[in-house]
């Protein structure tokens, strides 16, 4: 009897009068692939709402380095992770994060999370804590000028599908010599969300290319990188991203001797 | 070296006192018709002393001294028996067995620890034999009891996994292996039991509050692991298994050998497993809104391996036995790529090998050395079980990229050594009445390093002293009460953490944890009944309390855990938590039925929990925690649990067998509201199995089945803690007995989510990452016993 009352009790008494939904975040900026300078202010702006009461939100900017090199890392990245107490039901958020002069330049994570009163987080297994990727630029890092057939500086390339891309471009260190290039042709992750409402699985890029730049370079050209490899984009994968609306790059990642990361992308028109 | 000296002196004190001795004859007779059975085994516990009667059903038993012994009767079909038997002249006993169809009852239904049958106990124990273990062998040796009704496990992958009893798991299970605690680092869900799962030759689950006879912590229940009888035999024996597995080309080996020389025994058994990336059901999961490869369906870096060795030896005399076993458990284990810290696609691209262990991994070294001795002190039997533990823990991983440089990769290492120490005296006022009194001692020291920080360094004594008594009358009652108190010591160190200002300087301290001294006092207790008033009929009734004092982790713990993106906070202030529990278990025996219901209902006062705040790392300080999460602090609160199982086996026919299992588990925490985290949800096991009835001399015993578990969806979920879907899972399994006239080996083909199907485990580790489970999954199994002449 006892034990039946209390499964009874356990089985009867439903959470559904608990709060048990997180908070919502909107990030209106920055956006996904947004670029900062050093020593500017990034700016902030969101909104965080709880169907009955916030109590923290924060945020964390990480580097993304080691995204595609495993190295370990030789300088100091900029990091940052703060905490601030909100109330009520709706906290609109306004943040000026001074980015230091000396910040290593590269991708880094941006992520914003919130806790209401009674605990409830929001979480990456559900989407509702919001990431974004932005990338912080300095004077040192190494710089990318593409340059077209007559040699002046353009931000596109036009290209033919099936037969072998021709491309160039300089490569300066700028600040410090070059350590490592990556060349890809493919799709960028950017922040425009499918048709089902959420990012999509990065593709495979077309073609990729990583070359490790002897010591002590510190200029050097895509021709230089590029001598005796081909890249080919078909027929049938034009039509398919034309169909998808989706542009394609030659996308150049360069790290130089200070551990410095930088990207430079130009468009490839078929 | 120590344990080798008293090893010696016990044995010394034993062969100085030269005594009489008495011979024990008589016949095992089948209960209806009289007849002797020949081949049937009779074991003398205390002496681990086991003959097989002859051709008419005879056995004899010699040079014995004056004791009470307890013997248990066995022989294949026929329900096992427990008798005590006092030996004070040379004498004739006969013993009847009856007949059954029912499997467990053909093994030996004792427990080693409470020394009586099955239907004396008030409080029910599932007991496995080596049989059970060797044909639902699974990933590891937890995963083996998992279709067992109310044992479940929380796994990491496919080589690590803990146990759960009726929702209760970490620090509130024991598991004694061999008589001593294992103590490696409950507390963590990713920390696995280290157990070979060759090894053990029966084990005995009880669920339920069993502090009482097993220490402090026995909250949840206990699983106890014994190993394989002594060997009596002087030829040298012993088997070779060996398993493969098609998802993640598991290969396995394990080679034992045993033998008896005089008085002497050993055994030997070296172990060793090596598995690849295993294989899900998809080729992609959703997390951090993005949809992430899993390329090939194998979860990149869950490849592992494990390599075991064991060596026992030890004496058996008229006076009892005495053994020493050293062994050495050890295991590298990868993490999923993206198990520590957010996954990121790039970390989930093949790296040429799905057998490599790279980075994150956990690699843990367990060694064990354990004397168990029997002694016979006057007319009683005492044991005595020392055991020495060190618990090697390293999980490696990349360090994050926080401003200090750590250098290495090792982020927690745990060091924890355990001294143990159980003595118990069994005495017999009455031929219905026994009495068990016991001391247990434990003593640990931890001690932690590595670029992340947990656990900090402890120093932990506990020690308790107990009573049992247990009284049967009327033929068709028993009566059990105990009563056990405890002192507990706690001293954990201060821990603070340096923040640099830059590269080389460091700014200030953040004291991580502060020293803390604790002690607790605790005294439990518990009463049964048991009312068997024929063979058929058993109702158990047993009323409990346990109690556990607060875990080092529970009190001082101040770190983020990377994989959960918690942030795990102690409470210093924490007290003894405390539960009672009343369990119910009725059971009809008939020779082709069975059916066993277990009820149970449990109040747990100051009930220790992790509970979400509002606040994150960067709230306590800006500084000291890079890449925090939100804080989970530990707090208690009273919660009641409540839920039972039921058991059904059938056999219309001796050789078709019908076997169905339910299990449900409710609890709700009595501060929120809310149910408590981890809760398994109810599922129903069915499986149907027949023996052919052809068969020649080549393959003999052939058998099949086909097994189904249906899991409910777990929506009573804690706060941030996501509901699962149900699932249901086919398995299947082929086996024989393959022999000549000198040989003979037993292959069995076992099948486990025969459907592919893609489900989600709510106990899982990787649950959290929204990652499916193992994929279709064969296994084959050779087990070939060896024996000289």
């Given at each position: 009897m006892i034990l039946s009352g209390?499964?009874?009790?356990?089985?009867?008494?439903?959470?559904?009068?608990?709060?048990?939904?997180?908070?919502?975040?909107?990030?209106?900026?920055?956006?996904?692939?947004?670029?900062?300078?050093?020593?500017?202010?990034?700016?902030?702006?969101?909104?965080i709402e709880d169907n009955v009461e916030?109590?923290?939100?924060?945020?964390?900017?990480?580097?993304?380095?080691?995204?595609?090199?495993?190295?370990?890392?030789?300088?100091?990245?900029?990091?940052?992770?703060?905490?601030?107490?909100?109330?009520?039901?709706?906290?609109?958020?306004?943040?000026?994060?001074?980015?230091?002069?000396?910040?290593?330049?590269?991708?880094?994570?941006?992520?914003?999370?919130?806790?209401?009163?009674?605990?409830?987080?929001?979480?990456?297994?559900?989407?509702?804590?919001?990431?974004?990727?932005?990338?912080?630029?300095?004077d040192e890092m190494a710089e990318v000028l593409f340059r077209n057939s007559q040699g002046s500086i353009t931000d596109h390339f036009h290209v033919h599908a099936g037969v072998p891309i021709v491309v160039a471009g300089d490569i300066n260190g700028r600040g410090s010599d070059l350590s490592e290039v990556r060349l890809e042709v493919g799709t960028l992750d950017i922040s425009e969300h499918s048709h089902?409402?959420?990012r999509l699985m990065a593709e495979e890029p077309f073609f990729s290319k990583t070359i490790t730049i002897p010591p002590g370079t510190r200029t050097t050209t895509l021709g230089t990188l590029l001598a005796g490899t081909e890249i080919a984009v078909s027929q049938a994968q034009v039509e398919l991203l034309e169909q998808q609306n989706t542009p394609v790059y030659l996308i150049v990642r360069v790290k130089d001797a200070d551990g410095n990361h930088s990207r430079f992308v130009a468009e490839l028109e078929f | 070296m120590k344990l080798l000296w008293g090893f010696g002196v016990i044995q010394w004190v034993a062969i100085s006192l030269a005594v009489a001795q008495y011979k024990v004859e008589g016949y095992v007779k089948d209960g209806i018709t009289g007849a002797g059975l020949s081949g049937a085994t009779?074991?003398?516990?205390?002496?681990?002393?086991?003959?097989?009667?002859?051709?008419?059903?005879?056995?004899?038993?010699?040079?014995?001294?004056?004791?009470?012994?307890?013997?248990?009767?066995?022989?294949?079909?026929?329900?096992?028996?427990?008798?005590?038997?006092?030996?004070?002249?040379?004498?004739?006993?006969?013993?009847?067995?009856?007949?059954t169809a029912i499997e467990l009852n053909e093994i030996v239904v004792e427990s080693?620890?409470?020394?009586?049958?099955?239907?004396?106990?008030?409080?029910?124990?599932?007991?496995?034999?080596?049989?059970?273990?060797?044909?639902?062998?699974?990933?590891?040796?937890?995963?083996?009891?998992?279709?067992?009704?109310?044992?479940?496990?929380?796994?990491?992958?496919?080589?690590?996994?803990?146990?759960?009893?009726?929702?209760?798991?970490?620090?509130?299970?024991?598991?004694?292996?061999?008589?001593?605690?294992?103590?490696?680092?409950?507390?963590?869900?990713?920390h696995g039991l280290e157990i070979d799962m060759f090894e053990p030759g029966r084990v005995e689950v009880i669920k339920g509050p069993v502090s009482l006879l097993y220490g402090s912590e026995g909250l949840g229940g206990v699983i106890n692991i014994f190993p394989r009888a002594l060997p009596s035999d002087s030829t040298l024996q012993g088997s070779f298994q060996s398993v493969y597995k098609t998802n993640n080309h598991l290969a396995a080996f394990s080679a034992m050998a045993e033998k008896a020389a005089?008085?002497?025994?050993?055994?030997?058994?070296?172990?060793?497993?090596?598995?690849?990336?295993?294989?899900?059901?998809?080729?992609?999961?959703?997390?951090?809104?993005?949809?992430?490869?899993?390329?090939?369906?194998?979860?990149?870096?869950?490849?592992?391996?494990?390599?075991?060795?064991l060596v026992m030896t030890g004496v058996k005399k008229n006076w009892g036995y005495s053994t020493v076993t050293l062994s050495n458990f050890h295991q590298k284990a990868g993490m999923f790529a993206g198990a520590i810290g957010i996954p990121r696609a790039y970390q989930l691209t093949p790296d040429g090998s799905t057998r490599n262990i790279e980075l994150p991994y956990q690699q843990i070294n367990h060694f064990k050395a354990v004397s168990n001795t029997s002694l016979l002190l006057g007319k009683n039997w005492a044991e005595l079980d020392i055991g020495y533990q060190h618990n090697n823990r390293n999980e490696r991983s990349n360090p994050h990229a926080h401003g200090k440089n750590p250098g290495g990769t090792l982020a927690h290492g745990?060091?924890?050594?355990?001294?143990?120490?159980?003595?118990?005296?069994?005495?017999?006022?009455?031929?219905?009445?026994?009495?068990?009194?016991?001391?247990?001692?434990?003593?640990?020291?931890?001690?932690?390093?590595?670029?992340?920080?947990?656990?900090?360094?402890?120093?932990?004594?506990?020690a308790g002293v107990f009573a049992y008594e247990e009284v049967s009358w009327a033929n068709r009652w028993t009566g059990s009460a105990g009563?056990?108190?405890?002192?507990?010591?706690?001293?954990?160190?201060?821990?603070?953490?340096?923040?640099?200002?830059?590269?080389?300087?460091?700014?200030?301290?953040?004291?991580?944890?502060?020293?803390?001294?604790?002690?607790?006092?605790?005294?439990?207790?518990?009463?049964?009944?048991?009312?068997?008033?024929?063979?058929?009929?058993?109702?158990?009734?047993?009323?409990?309390?346990?109690f556990r004092m607060p875990a080092p982790s529970e009190l001082a713990m101040n770190g983020v855990h990377h994989g959960t993106f918690r942030h795990e906070l102690g409470n210093a202030g924490l007290s003894s938590e405390r539960g009672y529990q009343l369990d119910l278990n009725f059971s009809v025996q008939k020779k082709y039925l069975s059916v066993v219901v277990s009820p149970f209902a449990a109040y747990y006062d100051q009930y220790i929990y992790l509970a979400p705040t509002s606040r994150f790392s960067s709230s306590l300080d800006p500084d000291a925690f890079p890449e925090g999460g939100q804080i989970f602090q530990y707090s208690q609160h009273n919660a009641v649990y409540a839920g039972g199982e039921i058991a059904v086996d059938y056999h219309p026919v001796q050789a078709l067998h019908i076997k169905s299992a339910f299990e449900c588990v409710f609890n709700q925490n009595l501060d929120t509201g809310l149910p408590l985290p981890f809760t398994p949800p109810p599922a129903v096991f069915g499986e149907i199995s027949y023996e052919m009835p052809f068969g020649n001399s080549f393959f003999r015993k052939p058998r099949a089945g086909v097994n189904l578990k249906v899991v409910a969806a777990q929506n009573r979920t804690d706060r941030n803690e996501r509901a699962t879907g149900g699932y249901s899972l086919l398995g299947a399994s082929l086996g024989t007995t393959v022999g000549g006239p000198k040989w003979e080996a037993d292959l069995f083909i076992t099948a486990h989510n025969l459907g592919n199907t893609a489900y989600m485990n709510h106990l899982s580790r990787y649950r959290l990452l929204n990652l499916p489970e193992q994929g279709r999954n064969f296994s084959i199994n050779l087990i070939v016993p060896f024996a000289t002449m």
């Open positions: 209390l499964i009874g009790l356990v089985a009867c008494k439903e959470p559904g009068v608990t709060d048990r939904e997180a908070p919502v975040i909107t990030l209106n900026d920055p956006v996904n692939g947004e670029q900062v300078a050093a020593g500017d202010e990034l700016h902030l702006e969101g909104l916030l109590a923290t939100w924060n945020l964390t900017i990480h580097n993304n380095f080691d995204g595609h090199q495993h190295g370990r890392l030789a300088v100091t990245a900029f990091s940052l992770d703060r905490s601030y107490p909100i109330s009520g039901r709706r906290a609109d958020i306004h943040e000026h994060v001074d980015i230091p002069a000396d910040a290593t330049a590269g991708p880094y994570h941006l992520v914003v999370k919130a806790i209401d009163k009674e605990g409830n987080a929001t979480s990456f297994a559900d989407d509702s804590s919001k990431e974004v990727e932005i990338w912080i630029t300095n089902e409402g959420h | 009779v074991t003398l516990h205390e002496l681990s002393r086991h003959v097989v009667t002859d051709t008419l059903g005879r056995f004899e038993l010699d040079g014995l001294r004056r004791a009470s012994y307890h013997v248990h009767i066995s022989y294949m079909g026929y329900a096992s028996d427990t008798k005590m038997l006092r030996v004070a002249a040379g004498q004739h006993v006969d013993y009847v067995l009856f007949p080693n620890h409470y020394k009586t049958g099955a239907k004396e106990h008030t409080l029910a124990i599932e007991i496995l034999d080596a049989g059970f273990l060797r044909n639902n062998r699974k990933n590891t040796f937890v995963n083996s009891l998992e279709d067992l009704p109310g044992i479940n496990a929380i796994n990491t992958g496919v080589g690590i996994a803990k146990p759960v009893i009726r929702g209760l798991s970490f620090n509130r299970i024991i598991v004694n292996d061999n008589g001593i605690k294992q103590e490696g680092q409950q507390w963590g869900a990713d005089g008085n002497k025994v050993f055994r030997v058994r070296v172990s060793s497993q090596d598995f690849g990336d295993y294989r899900v059901t998809t080729d992609r999961f959703r997390y951090n809104s993005y949809e992430l490869p899993i390329y090939r369906n194998r979860l990149k870096n869950t490849a592992g391996n494990e390599r075991n060795v745990l060091q924890l050594q355990t001294l143990s120490l159980n003595a118990r005296y069994f005495q017999h006022p009455g031929t219905q009445h026994s009495r068990i009194s016991g001391i247990q001692v434990e003593m640990q020291k931890n001690r932690q390093n590595g670029f992340e920080y947990l656990l900090p360094d402890f120093q932990r004594l506990a009563i056990r108190a405890d002192y507990g010591l706690l001293r954990i160190a201060e821990s603070q953490e340096a923040l640099y200002g830059s590269e080389t300087e460091i700014a200030r301290y953040f004291v991580r944890n502060p020293e803390i001294q604790r002690n607790f006092f605790n005294v439990s207790g518990g009463m049964g009944l048991s009312y068997y008033p024929s063979q058929a009929f058993n109702a158990k009734l047993n009323f409990g309390s346990s």
